[in-house]
């Protein structure tokens, strides 16, 4: 009896190591990236949820955030937002909200050091910058018509389908295919707008202030189904010092400040009824 006992055990054993060890792997991102705490989604208010997402860095053994914000496009609309419409020449993310009134905001696309946003850049009111870039860089669109957001490849965008628009990249995920990218395993801060596989949009930024992540990991994090996130189409945006992020909804708030103030930055709204 004790030896069909131990039997039993030993073969209990077997069948939960390999079920640790895939857990385990389900967790790694890249090589070197672990993820500690996928939390869940939080609702804030009808159609806007939130979660953080705790990575390790196994080389520096540094930890990041990665924090989310997902909304639903049948209740919440983006719109481009312009710093130069509030008489002001750059704002942060928190600005940006409290003057247009949004419930989050994040920080666009690309600009000078005067400030002058790059690429092709399209808001409500006027068509800022008429130029669809050809630069190696900017190969994605972010874009609403009609009240519905998209993300497309610059290539397959034309300015009149368009209300609001603004031009960004490197394009990582379109129409869920990985987009191939050349020098793309730097480290750093970003910040990203996608889509997912219900048309919900999404939206993030690493809290790290050295290191962050690789335009791989954000690909593989956004992609794989045990990630949870299940995006099909996925823009990097302008990263760096101008990583920024703010919501408040009811009694939550979040603001994840950059070290400088941006020209452009991505409003989110109630849809109109």
């Given at each position: ?43 804030l208010r009808k159609g806007v949820e939130f979660r953080k997402i705790t990575m390790e860095r196994s080389e520096s053994g540094a930890t990041l955030e990665f924090k989310l914000l997902r909304f639903d496009s049948g209740l919440i609309v983006p719109r481009v ?169 009811g009694k939550f708030e979040e603001w994840l400040s950059g070290t400088s103030e941006v020209p452009v930055a991505i409003g989110f ?5």
């Open positions: 009896m004790a030896k069909l006992h131990a039997l039993s055990a030993y073969l209990l054993l077997l069948s939960v190591v390999p079920f640790a060890s895939q857990a385990q792997q389900a967790l790694k991102i890249g090589t070197t990236l672990a993820v500690t705490d996928w939390r869940t989604w939080n609702t937002l312009y710093a130069d419409q509030f008489h002001l020449k750059g704002a942060s993310a928190k600005t940006f909200a409290e003057k247009s009134g949004a419930i989050a905001a994040i920080n666009a696309n690309y600009f000078d050091e005067k400030g002058r946003p790059l690429a092709y850049l399209k808001t409500a009111q006027k068509e800022v910058n008429s130029t669809v870039s050809k630069h190696a860089l900017y190969t994605g669109i972010f874009g609403v018509r009609e009240l519905v957001p998209f993300v497309a490849h610059r290539d397959n965008f034309q300015p009149s389908q368009a209300s609001e628009a603004l031009q960004s990249g490197p394009l990582l995920l379109n129409k869920g295919a990985v987009e191939m990218l050349n020098g793309s395993a730097r480290y750093a801060r970003r910040s990203v707008i996608g889509m997912d596989k219900e048309g919900r949009i999404l939206i993030g930024v690493t809290d790290a202030v050295l290191g962050g992540l690789s335009f791989p990991e954000l690909q593989e994090l956004f992609t794989s189904s045990n990630r949870r996130l299940d995006a099909t189409d996925l823009l990097n945006l302008d990263g760096g010092g101008s990583a920024q992020l703010y919501v408040k909804a709204f109630a849809k109109p009824n």
